[in-house]
């Protein structure tokens, strides 16, 4: 295999696939490196249509598989459709110093093959709220920066979506949304009657709801509503590395891919003031192999990569690449799900809903837009949907054998709705991970140690939420009321962000407004390492948008000579 390219990129999940697509489009010859396995589309997804009954377990796992794994089985979409994209939790550990659930997917397309697919444009209010309010620093960026490139993502991946108008989260090149249910029809009209500045829309989600000439060049096709989504779509209704932006890589002649590919790290060239290659193990033959390029792109997930930085040590860079102020590995964060709400709601007997929607309504973020209006900074985007149980609720003290029983089983039962948040978090240096003094992985890696917790600012936060959600609820007409808040542990979210945060001045940051290392021009970090804050949008989108705008400038750059 050859070892010199233009450009590596390490990780093969939604940002790295994208740096692959931008930078194999324009010529660069790049060599993608993945730590897990190769998935091929279609090939390489056991289950995708599989019926409940051809599973062994009706979709849930042996006993014995949830006491050796109490953190994956945790995770959202987790199950025995799912579980083979999934890490195991002895596979590869880390070392929690807080509780800290990190949820990982090695192989080819990482956890772009079983990602919620939420795709909310950030709102310029998100852009400036930390500085404005005082909990970070400045983005380097705004949104009419990042904005062309939103629209470049959309259109290549497909997201569904109406153009609805709301500041707080713009609008975008959207296909035709899924429709609301009767219920979720009466929620938005309860909302905009009796709570001024919210809204209720359909959900923006990366399904390919109506297929476009570009969605088609893909080899991918209409999104045939089974919610089945996270064992791999056969269809290609959903944005992954794996149908879209890797396949889109290869064609060009330009792509090598190499699974099995544990890294080390990055080496830098004192002489030159450059990164000069990545250091790989091979993951089964535990070899040791360098691979060079003028252009490297990080793209690991936000702990991974700065795991790799952190490792990345030479005499130059004794404490990690680029870590000049001690700022590697901190103001890690992530999205507050802690709290949700419900409540059943009567009448609309007679209407039922067709087909599987895969994606669910959002209520925009309403709070601290244009000043702070609350005792927290930040705010929260409501997640939300309403649904009827399949069948009739049957008490526990009933007979569930019987003619009765199998009648009331023919019966739908009742209309309920559902809320939960994600709500922002606050950058804090405290909220760091860094290298193991005294632990390795089989590959004689550090392992990543996780310092990370809530604040006062988040309990405000589920506060305001579980108390504006009753009101909410209420007003819709719910009875039989829950809310909770679980109190989980940060890392289920599975929206870490941070730890190589961009900005503008070298002293408080790590990369610059195009996601290079201030230190070392020639390393870009596109992935959830690079975020300044969290916002409080799904991020997945943003890394996608800052990747293929990192990529454009690093194709200029090289072209010209500067990398």
């Known amino acids: 295999m050859e070892k010199q390219f233009d450009a590596i990129v390490i990780g093969s999940g939604i940002s790295g696939g994208w740096a692959a697509k931008e930078l194999c489009e324009q010529g660069l010859k790049t060599l993608v490196l993945e730590r897990g396995r190769d998935v091929k589309h279609l090939k390489d997804y056991p289950t995708m249509t599989k019926a409940p009954w051809d599973f062994e377990h009706r ?80 983005w380097p960026i705004g949104y009419d920066d990042i904005a062309p490139w939103y629209s470049h993502v959309e259109k290549f991946i497909g997201v569904c979506g109406n153009n609805d108008g709301i500041e707080a989260m713009p609008d975008g090149e959207f296909l035709p949304p899924y429709e609301l249910n009767c219920v979720e029809e009466h929620m938005q009209d309860t909302l905009k009657e009796n709570f001024p500045g919210r809204h209720l829309v359909q959900g923006r989600w990366a399904q390919v709801s109506e297929p476009k000439q570009i969605h088609l060049d893909q080899g991918r096709g209409k999104c045939q509503c089974r919610n089945l989504c996270m064992r791999g779509c056969p269809f290609g209704g959903y944005f992954s590395s794996n149908t879209s932006t890797l396949p889109w890589a290869e064609k060009t002649g330009n792509l090598t891919l190499r699974p099995f590919s544990v890294v080390h790290s990055i080496i830098y060239d004192e002489a030159s003031g450059k990164a000069s290659g990545v250091k790989i193990i091979d993951t089964n033959t535990k070899e040791e192999m360098i691979y060079n ?25 004794p404490n990690g690449l680029g870590n000049d102020n001690d700022l590697l590995g901190r103001y890690v964060s992530f999205h507050n799900y802690r709290a949700g709400a419900g409540g059943k709601i009567d009448g609309f007997e007679d209407s039922y809903f067709y087909g599987k929607n895969p994606t669910e309504c959002i209520i925009a973020n309403y709070r601290n837009l244009k000043e702070q209006d609350t005792d927290f900074v930040g705010g929260y985007t409501i997640f939300t949907g309403a649904y009827r149980n399949r069948t ?172």
């Not at 849930?60 to 006491?67: I, Q, V, W």
């Not at 990602?115 to 400036?128: T, V």
């Not at 390029?293 to 860079?317: D, E, G, H, P, T």
């Not at 610059?512 to 804050?533: I, P, R, W, Y």
Request: proline share 5%; net charge negative.
């Open 59 to 138: 979709g849930r796992m042996p006993k014995e598989f949830y006491l050796e794994n109490p953190l994956i089985t945790k995770a959202a979409g987790f199950g025995e459709d799912t579980a083979h994209f999934f890490v195991k939790d002895a596979d590869h550990p880390y070392v929690q110093e807080r509780p800290f659930d990190w949820i990982r997917g090695y192989q080819v397309g990482g956890k772009s093959l079983i990602w919620g697919r939420a795709c909310q444009r950030w709102s310029d209010y998100e852009f400036k709220a930390p500085k404005k309010y005082g909990y970070g620093i400045e």
């Open 293 to 317: 390029a003028r252009i490297i792109f990080v793209n690991a997930s936000a702990l991974n990569s700065s795991l790799i930085l952190l490792n990345s040590k030479s005499a130059r860079f």
């Open 392 to 563: 009739e609720q049957v008490p526990d003290n009933e007979a569930q054998l019987g003619a009765d029983f199998k009648h009331k089983l023919s019966k739908p039962g009742d209309w309920r709705i559902y809320m939960y948040m994600q709500g922002e978090t606050i950058p804090k240096a405290s909220n760091r991970v860094y290298l193991s003094p005294d632990k390795t992985d089989d590959w004689g890696i550090p392992l990543l140690v996780t310092d990370v917790g809530y604040d006062d600012n988040d309990e405000k936060m589920v506060k305001d939420f579980l108390k504006e959600s009753r009101k909410m609820l209420e007003k819709m007409g719910c009875t039989d009321l829950t809310s909770y808040d679980n109190k989980q542990a940060p890392g289920l979210d599975i929206h870490e962000m941070g730890g190589a945060r961009m900005g503008n001045d070298p002293k408080t940051s790590l990369l610059n407004e195009f996601n290079q290392l201030h230190a070392c021009k020639n390393v870009f970090v596109t992935d959830g390492a690079c975020m300044s804050s969290t916002g409080n949008q799904s991020p997945s989108i943003l890394y996608m948008s800052l990747t293929a705008r990192a990529a454009t400038y690093a194709v200029e750059q090289f072209k010209s000579g500067e990398l």
